[in-house]
């Protein structure tokens, strides 16, 4: 029987004979959009890690690390979704950031439930409005565009302010006044008729301090420092006091002071421990000038005997009856802690006399030649030395407020440039941060200092602060927690101890209270497939730190507000208690204790640390002695944040969240450095601070603009190879990317542009290379803004558009094609003597008998 030819539909066939065999995938254009969210990752939660399955990790609308999508991942334009939250003065232009920050109260614990997202109407996009007013700043958002017009690149060109001058004439306000300076209480802190000899600040050295017995190393007299920290594990050389190895009356601790001093006070302390609890009750002390005789402090016609401490943090002072004078005292405890053993941590005030012998005694002198208000500034008068200031050179500075404290008291920042109040075109701008934690003092004063000294110098004609000025716009914000500050400055230098004003008036502490942007970019790190779905840089804020009832300070949201309207290139946060320069990241992967965890700026980072800490006269000294339980010095004075203790702080949130480059500088051993040690601390630390600005301006910086119009491109994407994380230009189209010295192969890219890309080499020089770049627009683009204006399309463009789609069209038949071939093949099956063929996608069934 002659063959029998049967022709069948390929679905047909496929559905009725094969079943299991499926169609061949047919080809779709992809409806998505880019958005700068880019949606994260929804992959199976099943594919997390441990970190991944964490509750509060896992349920961020921003990043989409739980299998459910975000409701804000929906088509949103990268150039509308990357102007993030943006807090603006009334009448700017700029456009706001798609994460609003909501003042309130945040004493409230911080629920699960999220805030429900603003919903766009179909076809268009919004952008998210306010519905709380800030106090300082306005929060109207208008209409982001793609491109702002702008001058050419000149010095010229400048952008509106964002925060409103502050008129420092005005009186505080009354009900402020009442709450902060109560007036049953005294503002001012305990006068001492001398300073201390230095224990705490490790003036005295180690050699200095002996005594009768001691339990082990760890617990020997070199410890007994007033606020010395002990190490995580009692046992370990780095204990928190000296404590004697018997318990009687007959043990002592003394000072040798190395001249003769009028000595008039002594400040005790119990010992600081997280698992013992050591304190002395009350004390004698005794006075020498040879170690061989003694003679006691009387009352009258008695030893006197001094109330020690009731816990072991608190510091106690004793004022002697009668100063005495001598060169050596000791300390003689008489009862302790019925349940503890005898500790102590002390510090020694006295008035060192001047040595007769000494024909040269200028030689001696410690401190500066600068004229500045070498003391410590409440809040009134923190306000009129930089009102003193502002007068003295009103040209080159302007004082704003970013906000308010808990209290209501107002975060002023002092702004340095030869165009206060303006962005200028391709001008860095830099900020120092201090104050975070009222009771670290000496970065506050560090700044007033500076401001005046740049004001002086700039007046004298100075070359290298009129650069700097000129070249520079310079933010600096004395005070970050100064409701904390009042409540350290209140007690005094000697008395607050540890960490009496650390917090925020709600008890926050503004360190750790910053967004954990690190946890976000690591889940989706872990949980996607495709990396290039990937963002590294502008991660957005999640929700549920915006919400209402979320524990974010003012303070903090303050902050966040300002860092995100002014585009900051390098950032320094001014801390205190040790000596050692941290950088990113801060936080370890993982919550581990420790663990080395760079970003992908590494080496600039290290740079930055080593800059601060090489100039620095106490950190650059080899033979100065650890602070409390870290001995800094085998790391050259810098560390890895994450490798010292894990927190999500301030430094990784301006990395991760903003362009600016951010490190933490402990500037020294002692939080609230005596003002006698003020033109000291200000020696060892000038030269750090100018030379640390001065690295804003390495790297590479410039314009990106229009190829037609000019016009600078705002949101553009600057991406340098083999680096990990990219930053974006600046509302006028600026940009500046810090790198050290070499040669980078840098690409721009833009929404409705065409990428560019260049080869730009950083030199050693301190000034950045210009690499500026010239976008041509997408014809899509160009035809989006012509039909906008209602003009009629060029006839070029016609032609271009035509090319472009007779491309796509033949593309994607090549494609079809292709794919039709690689499916086709033939199937031969013997059944009987039977042979079927196979043919996709019409086939043929071939029977034969």
Not at 655 to 674: A, G, I, M
């Given at each position: ?576 208690g040790e000596l050692v320069v941290t950088y990113p990241f801060d936080m370890t992967k993982d919550w581990a204790p420790r663990e080395h965890t760079p970003t992908p700026d590494e080496s600039f980072f290290r740079w930055l640390a080593t800059v ?238």
């Amino acid at each position: 029987m002659a063959p029998t030819v049967i022709l069948l539909p390929l679905l047909t066939f496929i559905a009725v004979l094969v079943g299991g065999v499926t169609a061949s995938p047919s080809l779709k254009k992809s409806a998505s959009t880019v958005s700068h969210n880019l949606n994260y990752t929804q992959a199976s939660s099943a594919t997390g890690s441990g970190r991944a399955r964490i509750k509060h990790r896992t349920t961020s609308a921003y990043g989409n690390i739980s299998p459910k999508a975000s409701r804000f991942s929906k088509a949103v334009k990268p150039t509308e979704a990357t102007t993030r939250a943006l807090k603006l003065t009334e009448g700017s232009t700029k456009p706001l950031r798609d994460t609003t920050f909501k003042p309130t109260p945040a004493t409230k614990a911080p629920k699960r439930t999220t805030v429900k997202p603003f919903e766009s109407s179909k076809g268009a996009t919004k952008t998210l409005k306010p519905t709380v007013k800030w106090t300082e700043v306005s929060t109207k958002a208008l209409k982001p565009t793609t491109v702002k017009p702008t001058l050419p690149y000149t010095k010229t060109t400048t952008t509106t302010v964002r925060f409103s001058t502050e008129d420092l004439n005005e009186n505080i306000d009354k009900n402020v006044e009442r709450r902060v300076w109560n007036t049953k209480q005294s503002e001012e802190p305990p006068v001492f008729e001398c300073p201390p000899l230095g224990l705490e600040s490790l003036k005295v050295k180690d050699s200095q301090i002996q005594a009768s017995s001691y339990k082990r190393m760890g617990l020997g007299p070199h410890r007994g420092r007033l606020n010395i920290q002990s190490g995580v594990e009692d046992g370990d050389i780095y204990d928190g006091a000296w404590c004697a190895q018997y318990e009687d009356q007959n043990q002592w601790v003394q000072i040798d002071a190395k001249k003769l001093t009028r000595f008039t006070a002594v400040i005790l302390q119990g010992r600081g421990s997280i698992w013992s609890l050591d304190y002395v009750e009350t004390f004698k002390v005794q006075v020498s000038n040879d170690t061989i005789k003694w003679k006691p402090c009387m009352n009258g016609t008695e030893e006197a005997v001094f109330e020690g401490n009731k816990d072991s943090d608190t510091p106690v002072l004793a004022i002697l009856p009668k100063p005495a004078v001598a060169q050596y005292i000791r300390i003689n405890p008489q009862t302790w802690f019925k349940n503890g053993t005898i500790c102590l941590r002390a510090e020694i005030m006295g008035c060192e006399l001047p040595d007769p012998n000494n024909i040269y005694p200028w030689q001696a002198e410690e401190g500066t030649k600068d004229k500045l208000d070498f003391r410590h500034h409440n809040y009134k008068e923190m306000r009129k030395l930089m009102k003193s200031v502002n007068e003295m050179c009103p040209d080159i500075t302007r004082i704003y407020s970013i906000g308010k404290s808990y209290m209501g008291l107002k975060l002023y920042v002092m702004e340095i440039s030869d165009n206060p109040g303006k962005h200028e075109l391709g001008e860095p701008e830099f900020r120092y941060v201090a104050g975070m934690h009222g009771n670290e003092v000496l970065g506050r004063e560090l700044l007033l200092n500076l401001m005046e000294y740049i004001c002086q110098e700039y007046k004298r004609g100075n070359e290298r602060i009129v650069h700097l000025v000129k070249e520079t716009r310079i933010h600096l914000l004395p005070s970050m927690n100064p409701d904390g500050y009042e409540m350290a400055y209140k007690k005094g230098s000697e008395l607050s101890g540890w960490s009496l004003g650390r917090f925020s008036y709600e008890g926050i502490d503004m360190n750790h209270n910053f967004a954990d942007l690190n946890t976000i970019m690591w889940d989706a790190i872990e949980l996607e497939t495709d990396k290039s779905k990937l963002i590294n840089h502008y991660f957005p804020i999640p929700e549920y730190y915006t919400s209402e009832d979320a524990m974010v300070a003012p303070e903090t949201r303050a902050v966040i507000s300002w860092m995100q309207t002014i585009p900051f290139v390098l950032s320094a946060n001014l801390h205190g208690g040790e000596l050692v320069v941290t950088y990113p990241f801060d936080m370890t992967k993982d919550w581990a204790p420790r663990e080395h965890t760079p970003t992908p700026d590494e080496s600039f980072f290290r740079w930055l640390a080593t800059v601060y800490a090489s100039t620095n006269h106490v950190m650059s000294n080899p033979d100065r002695r650890p602070c409390h339980n870290e001995d800094f010095l085998r790391y050259n004075n810098i560390i890895n944040g994450a490798n010292w203790h894990t927190v999500p702080g301030m430094n990784d949130f301006s990395y991760l969240h903003t362009n600016c480059f951010e490190v933490t500088v402990e500037l020294s051993c002692d939080k609230f450095p005596h003002a006698s040690e003020l033109p000291i601390e200000w020696e060892s630390n000038k030269e750090s601070l100018l030379v640390y600005m001065e690295q804003v301006h390495r790297g590479i910086k410039g314009v990106v603009k229009d190829k037609d119009t000019e016009a600078g491109i705002a949101d553009a994407i600057i991406k340098v190879d083999d680096i990990d994380h990219h930053i974006r230009s600046a509302f006028d189209g600026d940009f500046w990317r810090l790198l050290n010295p070499g040669n980078y192969d840098v690409t721009v890219t833009a929404e409705g542009y065409f990428p560019a890309t260049r080869s730009c080499r950083v030199e050693y020089e301190h000034y950045p290379t210009i690499c500026d770049f010239h976008l041509t627009k997408t014809p899509k683009q160009r035809l989006r803004e012509i039909l906008a204006k209602g003009g009629k399309i060029p006839k070029d463009l016609q032609l271009r558009l035509r090319q472009l789609r007779i491309r796509k069209l033949r593309a994607s038949t090549k494609l079809i094609n292709q794919r039709r071939a690689s499916q086709q093949h033939r199937l031969w099956l013997s059944t009987d003597g039977a042979e079927v063929l196979w043919e996709i996608p019409t086939m043929y069934i071939v029977i034969e008998k």
